[in-house]
């Protein structure tokens, strides 16, 4: 992996996120898990580069991401989509999807990432909310019928790494 600046990404927010998803990881390399996430972006705030993701509290990863003070986001060509698909579906209550998805862990800057990817990209913990009454639009309840809201964290991008 080769560290760069992140004024050096060329890539569309759009896309990276919704059509190709990613493993979201937070922990500390002892006790970690991962989830595939396709909801989060990218921007400039409080004069920092940020990523800002979104994870609802039944997620296993809600746990790591509330207890510690960063998280990776973790991004694949397309053909770890099955990789991707099996971390989507497959808790890390339940047993070790990452073994079962072919994935390699490794630590980077102090969290867990995974070799296989051709983008990494970690961040230290700014800001969380909940989301359960903050929707202008009323139409998007039906994102969450049984009361399970995302919540959204905002971290600052501490390093981005290519593959």
Known sequence: MQKVNYTQLELNP???ISEESFLLTAGTPD????????????????ELPVAYVFVR???????????H??????FFSPEYKEALEYCGCHSGR???KVENAHITPIEIDGHVAFEEANMIITCSRLASACLDDK?????LMNFYPQGDW???FIGRVEGVYIN
């Open 14 to 16: 759009f896309t990276v």
């Open 31 to 46: 006790s970690w898990n991962t989830m595939t996430a396709g909801w989060g972006g990218f921007g400039y705030l409080w």
């Open 57 to 67: 509290e039944s997620r296993y990863t809600f746990k790591f991401i509330t207890e």
């Open 69 to 74: 003070p960063g998280f990776t986001l973790s």
């Open 94 to 96: 339940e047993g070790n």
């Open 135 to 139: 929707l202008i639009d009323r139409s």
């Open 150 to 152: 995302h919540h959204l």
